[in-house]
């Protein structure tokens, strides 16, 4: 049973941390070496725990009667007793959910380790990156691993506290700071909201055990008003973790740090926590409709919000980091209909992601900018980029049989079977932001890779370091998405049955592959890249994004939110509406009162001044000073300094405390 | 009933202890009371061991054993309090416990 050793996936990466902390300075290669080979042997557990829950779970003949039946693992030990029947538990939940997040975690941070070597090679604060990198894997997968919500609460928090220092690595720069900050504080204002829902669910089944919590909630043990008022609550969180809409704006600016930490954290992993709480917690979230309708709408707006958002910029990051968060709206609208459509693009989606991410770094370090304007023509300069990046792009536009078609598709049919409002809503704005995915990435190639080169200096290709985790994600996102075949002849839905929670779960959601709607969304595909391909094919430097007029405005200014969050809230609400209404306030009544106040008092105190001051008051305490003065002087012969008088004194206490014993003891 | 006797003599030593404490003025007679106290305590402690071994036995002697450690620290006490009157008398020159006032107010 390799999955008893569970403990250990994250136990390594902290012990990794540690050590990268205490002596990687003084190690050959700072640090690295013992953040890769940590993530290595993690990496190996990983797959070694992935196996053998695959082995228990796919192909196993379902009972269509009884169900149940998935793999599951929980081993705890009892950390502190809260009051009379509430314990904390330091414990794991091994099931396929979270086998499946230690191979996703494990594999894009071992990639994303190596990257980094060559990426950060000569950094002044090397050592202290690959420490904080090998914190985060830890605190994530402490999050993945977690039998008990305070301590997934930890993990969440921790990942949280990472992504902080991560993002303001090059904490120099002013800016830098404030998109840390930002970070941090817009995901902390969700968290609010997870740590009331973890409290509600807390008292209201009297553990704070995923598995007892699970279990309350489907014998029906808690009151529905409480569980939908608990998931919207986690909802909030999930909103700010996952780059929600409208919560979503702090992961554009989070670019700011190292572009190997935005493909680890901002798109494979940290980011992607919200979607694996609410999967983790299914069998809560199936049990409200409420909440999976506030999942659904949630998710819909965010995934054709921030399409659009990714047409107009020029950062070719922050096109990555606006198609990230549309992808999340796809995840979170997929987890209200399916968990499977959900948890399977919540997989695909990290591995191709984290592959453009990389892509994306390595362009930048070839061409020493962010901005598509100052590349161009580099296809012929970095062929593996290219060629990696590209398979990226394809896998994202979901372009079969890449990896992200099969698990968009998924997302559609799912809304679709589902139907009613919400469904059809996900499915229609689905299947436009399958078009705009289409047109924003075939921008990119051809801002990036077509025409003439634009910048600066002589482009190269990265180095092997930098090359190897390329490839490596590259054919993950070809091939990762053949694990969910809907063809009996190959182990149909392998995927879906490893990470099921209830493996009778398929009796009552069968979901099927829809030929017609596969082929529609590919059509829309090609022809986001068709449009895209006519636009930018002669002339991708005249970018008519810019030119819409009003609506590239709109996009441009992100929709005015964060103008509506520093400029209209914090700025015209606080400073210039409520400010100047305090001050008018302040000007015109208070100060009245205060000035009629002010004169009443005075008339008072001139009177009682007279009378009850000069006369009364004043010779009170003028005769307390006096009498104080007076029985001093008395009291003070007692401290006569004659050690015969205080022995004396003290004799006839005795004497007095005796008598007192032995009249008041009987 | 023995125990009178000895507890009545304890009595009326603490009251000789008493008396010369309150009333000498040689620092030297002073601390003599003081230990004819301590010698009045130690005999009550002993008189009050036999009351207690012959109604409940008292294998220990608790009370004589008391006594023991009272009269050791009796001895210390003289050693200080011999060593403060010394030091009195070098600055003083004599060593009137009324002269001595420097705690007054």
Known sequence: MIAELSWLIPAVPAVSAALIFLIGKRLPRHGAEIGITAMAATLVLAIAVAAQVWRANVGVTIDPEGGGGAFLLER??????????????????????AAMMFVLVALVSLMVHIYSVGYMHGDARYTYYFGLLSLFSFSMLLLVIASDLLVLLVGWE?????????????????????????????????????????????????????????????????????????????????????????????????????????????????????????ARLYPAFHESAAATGTLAVIGAITLITAGLLALVQSDVKKVLAYSTISQLGYMIAGLAFSYV?????????????????????????????????????????????????????????????????????EVLVSALD??????????????????ITAFYMTRVLYLVFAGQYRGHGQPHESPASMTFPMIVLAVAAVGIGWVNLPVEAVQARAFSSWVMYDLGYWVEHPVEFHPFLALMATVLALAGVLGAWAIYRTYPERDPMYHLGIVSHVLERRYYLDDLYTDLISRTAVRDLMGPAAAWTNDAVLDGVVAGAGRGAMGLGRRLYRTGDQKGLEGVVNGLGVSALWSAARVRLAQSGNVQLYAGA????????????????N | MAAIYPLTF????????????????????????????????????????????????????????????????????????????????????????????????
């Open chain 1, 158 to 278: 921790l990942v949280g506290v990472c992504s902080f220092l991560l993002i303001g690595f090059w904490w120099e720069r002013k800016e830098i700071q404030d998109a840390s900050m930002k970070a941090f504080l817009t995901t902390k204002f969700g968290d609010v909201g997870l740590v009331v829902a973890v409290v509600a669910l807390g008292g209201a089944t009297g553990s704070f055990a995923i598995g007892d919590i699970l279990e309350a909630v489907e014998a029906g043990e808690v009151s529905h008003g409480l569980l939908t008022f608990a998931l919207i609550a986690m909802i909030l969180g999930v909103v700010g973790k996952s780059a929600q809409f409208p919560l979503h704006t702090w992961l554009p600016d989070a670019m700011a740090g190292p572009t190997p930490v935005s493909a680890l954290i901002h798109a494979a992993t940290m980011v992607t926590a919200g979607g694996f709480l609410v």
């Open chain 1, 650 to 665: 003290m004799f006839v206490g005795v004497v007095v405390l005796a008598v007192a014993f032995a009249v008041g003891g």
């Open chain 2, 10 to 105: 304890a009595a009326l030593l603490f009251s000789v202890g008493v008396y010369g404490v309150l009333s000498r003025r040689n620092a030297v007679l002073v601390l003599m009371s003081v230990e004819l106290m301590i010698a009045a305590v130690v005999v009550n402690l002993v008189a009050m061991n036999e009351i207690v071994a012959t109604q409940m036995g008292d294998p220990l002697l608790t009370g004589q054993a008391f006594a023991l450690f009272v009269l050791g620290i009796g001895a210390a006490e003289v050693g200080v309090g011999l060593a403060i009157v010394l030091l009195l008398y070098r600055n003083r020159a004599n060593v009137n416990v009324d002269d001595a006032e420097l705690m007054k107010y």
């Open chain 1, 418 to 435: 589902a139907g009613g409002y919400t469904g059809i809503l996900v499915f229609a704005l689905g299947g436009v932001g399958g078009l």
């Open chain 1, 341 to 409: 459509a959900g948890v399977f693009h919540l997989f695909t989606h990290g591995f191709f992601k984290a592959l453009l991410f990389l892509g994306a770094g390595s362009l930048i370090h070839a061409a020493g900018s962010n901005h598509m304007e100052a590349m161009g023509g580099l296809r012929r300069f970095m062929p593996i980029t290219f060629w990696t990046f590209l398979l990226g792009s394809l896998a994202l536009i979901a372009v079969p049989p890449f990896a992200g078609f099969w698990s968009k598709d």
């Open chain 1, 76 to 97: 705890a030990v009892t950390l502190a007793p809260l009051g009379e029947d509430i314990a904390v538990q330091l414990g794991m939940r091994v099931d396929g959910l």
